[in-house]
């Protein structure tokens, strides 16, 4: 004889509910006596659906407030940012304390595929652990300690700058959204992740202001035709003139667009276009190669791109210059 379930209860109608004293009815799902019916009622009971005064969404709305976040340099907050983006989509409804040293090491593995990214995860959770044991929720840190992932050898390469073929290709081809993000991406000579960080209030029409999320070295931009182009066909299209807080990269609902969400847009408009082999961050080394195909010198490319050394430039740059001469001479060649 099968053991009836605690804390199930049937509404006249005939509606199943989770009832515990002290917890909101909880609708169950699935129809009794399925797979999908005892796996949510077994989540329910052990909380794991419950949005929990210890959860990780909580925990890091605190940790947000404290020294331990507002002493952070920006280019770390950008990256701890996206860690906390990831976890709140993952477990943030569950238990700071249901925490384990495998759950650590299964999610690192789980993105693997990105080892920067994947060891950013464990370094995020120390820290979140620790506040949470400043604040007693927790008497120990099971996140320490987790070994880093190697970056295999057939992924360390450069990003790959566009070729002319695929900026027209993108140009010609792609979806308003997408098109946005390409021209900011090029226009502005920023790292992606600031892309997020423009508001129509940094827009004057002709040049966009920044303060950089790494360096927090403050810029004004003057727009390419291209990019300014590109931002009053997406002034036009909100049909209203937009609040100067609003963020120009927003998401359907209008909030502001994550850098998760920026780039699943472009990772699937890229490969629509056979363009996957290049990515957000090529972009702008696109536009340092276009700067110096124009003829700018190293210190105007930095005093576009914010970089606060010019190793980088001179890379990029110094391709640009040579394919650029290289086709001088063949001329001469003719």
Same mark, same amino acid.
């Given at each position: ?63 947000? !407030?404290?020294? $331990? ?6 280019? /770390?907050?950008? *990256? %701890? ?5 990831? +976890? @709140? ?98 226009? !502005?000579?920023? $790292? ?6 423009? /508001?129509?209030? *940094? %827009? ?5 202001? +920044? @303060? ?101 430039? $001179? ?18 060649? @003719?």
């Amino acid at each position: 004889m099968v053991k009836p379930k605690k804390y199930i209860w049937r509404h006249p109608s005939g509606r199943v509910y989770f009832r515990k004293t002290g917890m909101k009815l909880i609708p169950m799902q699935a129809p009794e006596g399925t797979e999908a019916f005892d796996r949510q009622y077994w989540e329910t009971l052990t909380g794991k659906l419950m949005q929990a005064k210890t959860s990780w969404n909580a925990l890091m709305d605190d940790y947000l !407030t404290s020294d $331990r976040w507002t002493g952070l340099k920006p280019r /770390t907050r950008s *990256d %701890y940012n996206k860690v906390m983006e990831y +976890l @709140r989509e993952k477990i943030g409804t569950r238990d700071v304390k249901a925490l384990t040293r495998s759950d650590v090491i299964a999610a690192q593995k789980a993105n693997a595929h990105r080892t920067r990214f994947a060891n950013y995860i464990p370094q995020m959770l120390v820290v979140l652990c620790e506040h949470a044991i400043d604040l007693g929720w927790i008497e120990h840190n099971p996140a320490k300690g987790v070994r880093a992932l190697k970056t295999p050898e057939d992924r360390k390469k450069q990003h790959v700058p566009w070729p002319n073929w695929a900026v027209d290709k993108f140009r010609a081809e792609a979806a308003p959204l997408p098109r946005l993000i390409f021209e900011i991406g090029v226009g !502005t000579v920023q $790292r992606p992740s600031d892309w997020l960080l423009f /508001t129509w209030g *940094d %827009y004057d029409g002709d040049t966009l202001k +920044l @303060r950089q999320g790494k360096t927090d070295k403050p810029l004004i931009l003057p727009c390419t035709d291209q990019l300014t182009a590109a931002l009053e066909r997406a002034k036009r299209a909100l049909g209203v003139t937009p609040i100067a807080a609003r963020r120009i990269l927003t998401q359907p609902n209008g909030n502001p667009m994550t850098y998760f969400y920026m780039a699943k847009i472009m990772r699937k408009e890229r490969l629509r276009l056979g363009l996957e082999a290049y990515d957000l961050h090529a972009l702008r080394y696109r536009a340092i190669k276009e700067l110096a195909w124009d003829g700018c010198d190293d210190k105007e490319i930095a005093a576009y791109s914010g970089h606060a050394t010019e190793a980088m430039i $001179r890379k990029y740059a110094g391709e640009a210059r040579q394919e650029m001469r290289a086709r001088q001479a063949r001329e001469k060649r @003719r």
